[in-house]
């Protein structure tokens, strides 16, 4: 081999390889802004030498393969922050909706209960006074009016978010059947030996835009990448994938189902826990303890208000439409009961001008009627709650998008585009082939000097 | 190590941080209000809610003072003139049993005491603002001419009290029925009175009839204290009010007020921080090592 068409043939074969280099730094450089793109690098390797008695001749360079550089850890590290960003996203974003209602203002369902009382205590200098009297129900109207809009709003949400689940699942879907297809790809091009590299990068990127909406976990099996959910559920198995659907249950909202199993409840992380989080917990949470706040006040406030005789001395009767003993519904539904003002019971001896049964109903104000506190602090604990859940949230989704950033930046420093990189390579490898080339023209030279022997 | 080429997107996050902190700030300057939203301050908002509460009740105390203090003053001044009304009442009796009087200056006599009677019956149905002071809690004119009673007069109200919530637990009665006041001792300050008239006209039993207003006298007195502590105790509770009101504010600016200096300080904080990492980014991201292959 060691003749000059074998060194000729070298060094041609180090100009293809030089330019099959230079064609991936380009590649690079081209995509330099691709998202989720990972940077090629060129294995070269020297070619398998020779042996020719004692000499030992080496056969230049061979390009074993065009890698693509990435850190597998990095990239599942980065697909379950995404889960948990996608999570906390739809948490706090929700939540923020929630809790516009019950931010402190003159007109919020607080300082409603606090006006009934304080209309109450109008009424009592006066108790014969019919416009104070109007004054009390329209307060207690009111607080009526608060509890449903409160009610009505945040079912409206809940609504909206059942949406937002409907559209998340579709996408899901969409994405299952992008991957279970790309997995094909990568599957034929590497049985063929092929690069499937650029395939890949397409594959993980689908697959952190799934992280965002579900909890997936991948397992890399023979015929590329499975993905499951949850408990278990398969989303993509080699090239099928398995679409989930949806199913309206008997709360009026949608459930989630895998191949006819629900698995609403397993859903772990990912935008779709977040929705079903608000949805499913916080704002039934939410109705049901502005459904006890309305419940144990209009069941105070009756049965004060039953101890009392209304103007023309007759005994009273309910001021509140009585709530169900179960107080399911009670905020949607409260309601005033009476609508002639002379028949607020606010005498305590059936004369009209007594206003002793007054005092027992503006003392409801400071008795712990609903569920062990005074209807303003169970309130307050409301407040509390919602603001506490999106401080929280957003506490974590901060973190949680701080470590996002690392992760990309250290993802980026292993997979990214470094144009300095790509240009010294593209001189190295420039240079190389010149030097090749320069090879080449000299061995020619000789060549031509071998060719011309002995003509002189 | 190799460096992470794209840090545009690192500088972009901590962009939109301080670009968060000046809107927080902003708001913050633009509200005056520290609690925006529960989540500024959770606990802070749910003390906010109590603090409101509790503003909204100490108001509504307030304002239950203001109402009663005029109906209080009125039950006491007239309470006053009852007074005076029996004090003129005894010395008509008492210079009625000289026994020097002729019979023609005691039938005078007897005349400002029937006087004395009539506006004696007009003071124990005063009202205020069209209610009775001294009916009870009943509605009727307390006191109505009736020739069939001793006394000739007949009580329409009855003995109800009424209260008035001026503070946590405070409940002050707001009025004394006219029973209490008047027909309490002996035979009554009515009857009393018309004692007085029969006995100056037939000149028998003027002593008896005196010693009766006397204790009559006495008891509206003495009544007459519950008036003067009732205005008492509303005045300082309207101090003690008035203070807690204050306090109540205080305590609402220091939960959700915002501290404007602070807040201006970090709005220029994150200004600052802004321009430099914008200024930054001008700099550094201009060239790399293909510029300078030619």
Redesign the interface.
């Known amino acids: 081999m060691s003749s000059l068409f074998g060194t000729l043939w070298l060094s041609v074969g180090a100009m293809e390889i030089d330019q099959k280099v230079m064609n991936a730094t380009a590649n690079n450089v081209a995509n330099a802004n691709t998202p989720g793109y990972s940077r090629q690098r060129a294995v070269l390797v020297e070619g398998d030498p020779i042996t020719l008695g004692r000499i030992v001749l080496g056969s230049g360079v061979q390009l074993q393969k065009l890698e693509s550089v990435r850190d597998p850890i990095l990239q599942v590290r980065i697909q379950q922050e995404t889960q948990r960003q996608g999570e906390m996203d739809a948490l706090v974003t929700g939540?923020?909706q929630a809790?516009?209602m019950?931010?402190?203002s003159d007109g919020?369902l607080?300082?409603q209960?606090?006006?009934f009382?304080?209309s109450l205590?109008?009424l009592?200098?006066?108790?014969?006074n019919l416009a104070l009297r109007q004054g009390v129900l329209t307060a207690a109207g009111n607080v009526a009016n608060s509890f449903h809009l409160l009610t009505k709003n945040l079912s409206t949400q809940r609504q909206n978010l059942d949406l937002s689940v409907g559209q998340a699942v579709d996408q899901v879907n969409e994405l299952t059947a992008q991957i279970a297809q790309l997995n094909g790809q990568v599957d034929g091009l590497q049985k063929l030996g092929e690069d499937a590299s650029a395939f890949v990068d397409q594959r993980d990127l689908l697959i952190e835009k799934l992280s965002d909406l579900i909890d997936v976990t991948s397992i890399r099996s023979d015929n590329g990448i499975s993905l499951i959910t949850g408990n278990g559920t398969a989303l993509v198995a080699g090239t099928e994938s398995f679409a989930l659907s949806t199913q309206v249950t008997v709360a009026g909202v949608q459930d989630i189902f895998a191949q006819g199993t629900d698995i609403t409840a397993t859903i772990r992380s990912g935008k779709l826990a977040g929705l079903l989080a608000v949805r499913d917990q916080k704002i039934p949470e939410l109705m049901t303890s502005l459904d006890t706040l309305a419940a144990g006040l209009a069941n105070a406030v009756n049965s004060a208000h039953h101890a009392g005789f209304d103007l023309s001395g007759n005994p009273g009767g309910d001021l509140f439409v009585a709530p169900q003993a179960s107080g399911t519904g009670a905020a949607a539904n409260l309601a005033v009961q009476i609508t002639d003002p002379a028949l607020i019971a606010a005498?305590?001896?059936g004369?009209?001008?007594?206003?002793?049964n007054i005092?027992l109903l503006?003392a409801v104000?400071?008795q712990a009627v609903v569920a062990g506190r005074t209807p303003?602090?169970f309130?307050?604990?409301l407040?509390?709650?919602?603001?506490?859940?999106?401080?929280n949230g957003?506490a974590e989704q901060n973190a949680s998008?701080?470590i996002m950033?690392q992760l990309?930046?250290?993802r980026?420093?292993?997979s990214?585009?470094?144009?300095?990189?790509e240009?010294?390579n593209?001189?190295q490898f420039q240079r190389a082939y010149e030097a090749s080339a320069r090879m080449v023209a000299t061995i020619n030279d000789i060549l031509d000097t071998t060719i011309n022997l002995g003509r002189y | 190590?190799?460096?992470?080429?794209?840090?545009m997107?690192?500088i972009l996050?901590s962009l939109a941080q301080t670009q968060q902190l000046e809107e927080t700030a902003l708001q913050q300057m633009a509200s005056g209000r520290r609690?925006?939203?529960?989540?500024?301050?959770?606990?802070g908002?749910?003390?906010?809610?109590?603090i409101?509460?509790k503003t909204?009740?100490t108001?509504?105390?307030l304002?239950?003072i203001g109402?009663?203090t005029g109906q209080l003053q009125t039950a006491d001044s007239t309470l006053g003139s009852v007074v005076t009304a029996l004090q003129r009442a005894i010395t008509l009796g008492v210079q009625g049993a000289t026994g020097t009087e002729s019979d023609a200056d005691r039938m005078a006599l007897a005349q400002e005491a029937s006087g004395i009677r009539d506006s004696l019956i007009s003071l124990a149905n005063t009202s205020f603002?069209g209610?009775f002071i001294f009916?009870?809690?009943?509605?009727n004119r307390p006191y109505a001419l009736d020739n069939t009673q001793a006394s000739g007069v007949r009580y329409d109200g009855?003995s109800?009290v009424?209260?008035?919530?001026i503070g946590?637990?405070f409940?002050l009665q707001?009025n004394l029925p006219g029973a209490q006041l008047f027909s309490a001792t002996g035979p009554g300050m009515f009857q009393a009175i018309n004692d007085l008239i029969t006995s100056l006209t037939t000149d028998t039993g003027i002593d008896a009839a005196v010693t009766s207003l006397r204790a009559s006298f006495d008891h509206v007195t003495a009544q007459r204290v519950f008036y003067g502590n009732a205005l008492n105790q509303i005045e300082s509770q309207q101090i003690n009010l008035s203070n807690l009101k204050l306090q109540l504010s205080q305590q609402e600016n220091v939960v959700?007020g915002a501290d404007l200096t602070q807040a201006a300080s970090q709005l220029v904080n994150a200004e600052n921080a802004r321009n430099a990492a914008l200024a930054a980014v001008a700099k550094v991201s201009q060239s790399?090592?293909?510029d300078f292959?030619r």
């Open positions: 939540m923020n809790q516009v019950f931010t402190n919020d607080g300082a209960i606090s006006t009382f304080a205590d109008r009592a200098i006066d108790p014969q005498s305590s001896d004369s009209a001008a007594s206003n002793g005092g503006s104000h400071d303003t602090d309130y307050s604990s407040v509390f709650g919602v603001g506490s859940d999106v401080a957003t998008s701080l950033t990309q930046a250290q980026d420093s292993v990214g585009v470094s144009l300095d990189e240009a010294a593209l001189i | 190590m190799r460096v992470n080429p794209h840090y997107t690192q996050e609690i925006n939203k529960p989540s500024d301050d959770a606990a908002a749910a003390v906010l809610t109590q409101q509460d909204s009740k108001d509504s105390y304002r239950s109402d009663i603002e209610r009916s009870g809690t009943s509605q009855n109800g009424n209260h008035v919530t946590d637990g409940q707001m959700a790399n090592l293909f292959l």
